[in-house]
């Protein structure tokens, strides 16, 4: 039951149950009830990337402005981009061209950067390499480094990343894109190939997305609603390893599920990559993972969180491992907010009990 493009440019569809007793009144209600404008989409198995079992859809989608046909077709997947290249970089470390503990001038000796020698792959994956910060400086609502009048070089081995540091690696973590740009340049030291011709064909082709990519080359994704107009537009390549990932909600399904049937990485190395440290706020490499009580669930329930955001657009990628589980949910419009699963409230925490909790708490 893949989505059609009719689906996907639809401005207001129902739910779509299958079958199974997926309890998806619930997840409506809790979608009705936050006023959630965007696309949610679960796999309720890790068999769910096939469609042979439950799986449950949702699309309710503001109208796209007029920019030919099929309008609308992907979504930007902002951080999650970080996700995938964790699992790349895990990949090589399974393959022994990448050791997690040895600094990043191990594998770009052209790395300009004065901590180049002391941060590690590690130190990259849990933002805590002591780099600059693109995101710092916001001008015109959107950050000097990604505009079109930007004057800086983003090469990340000679250009903006490895300018000033801001601390030393290993302290506390302090969410920067260019680490994962970095990252994405080690990726291609070590392959001979870009990160994300690596993303195509280590993931997305033997997976089978049918639309995903790195920009630019996406001319139809959706855009996002800022107060009720329309944002302004991003050159979402400037992203590049650290947000430059677009494609389908079906898709995160098809990587969240082969994740957890071992498809992509082997026990030892997605057991290392989904080591939450809770002196780090439960970080991972790539992603958060932690455990808490769910409304309705007997016992915590263990959760893999990567989150996005560019522009108007948000994203939570969702993976509940014990529950052969995942949620994928892209809102189109801000304000939203998603709430934190651990507080034990809000949108996000409602969505993840309604999917995965069988009964509600009176």
Same mark, same amino acid.
């Given at each position: ?159 903006? /990343? ?194 995965? /909790? ?5």
């Amino acid at each position: 039951m893949i989505r059609t493009f009719a689906t996907l440019l639809a401005i207001s569809l129902p739910a779509a149950a299958v079958a199974g007793d997926f309890p998806s009144d619930r997840v409506t209600a809790v979608i009705n009830a936050a006023g959630f404008e965007g696309d949610v989409a679960i796999a309720d198995s890790i068999k769910a990337s096939d469609y042979s079992a439950a799986r449950y859809s949702y699309v309710g989608l503001l109208p796209e402005p007029d920019r030919g046909w099929p309008d609308g077709l992907t979504w930007r997947w902002a951080s999650v981009t970080k996700q995938v290249i964790a699992i790349l970089v895990m990949r090589e470390v399974e393959r022994g061209t990448i050791d997690l503990d040895q600094p990043v001038a191990t594998y770009l000796p052209a790395f300009a950067s004065a901590n180049a020698g002391t941060a590690t792959i590690r130190n990259l994956l849990q933002h805590r390499a002591g780099l600059p910060n693109p995101d710092a400086g916001e001008e015109m609502g959107l950050p000097a480094f990604y505009r079109s009048d930007f004057t800086g070089s983003r090469d990340p081995l000679t250009g903006f /990343c490895a300018g000033p540091v801001t601390g030393e690696p290993g302290g506390d973590w302090a969410y920067n894109n260019c680490d994962y740009m970095v990252l994405g340049a080690v990726l291609e030291a070590v392959t001979g190939t870009s990160w994300d011709k690596l993303f195509l064909r280590d993931i997305a082709e033997p997976l089978g997305f049918e639309f995903a990519g790195a920009y630019p080359g996406e001319q139809f994704t959706r855009w996002g609603i800022v107060d009720g107009a329309r944002e302004q537009e991003i050159d979402l390549s400037t992203y590049s390893a650290a947000a430059g990932l677009y494609g389908q909600p079906d898709d995160l399904l098809k990587l969240d599920t082969a994740l957890m049937r071992g498809e992509l990485l082997g026990p030892e190395a997605l057991a290392e990559m989904w080591r939450g440290d809770p002196a780090l706020g439960y970080m991972a490499l790539g992603q958060w993972v932690f455990e808490v009580p769910l409304k309705g669930c007997d016992d915590p329930v263990k959760i893999v969180e990567r989150r996005g955001d560019v522009g108007a657009v948000q994203v939570r990628n969702f993976i509940l491992p014990d529950r052969q589980m995942a949620v994928v949910a892209f809102s189109q419009k801000k304000p939203f907010d998603f709430g934190e699963v651990w507080q034990g409230s809000g949108f996000a925490h409602d969505l993840l009990a309604a999917a995965a /909790c069988p009964v509600e708490t009176p």
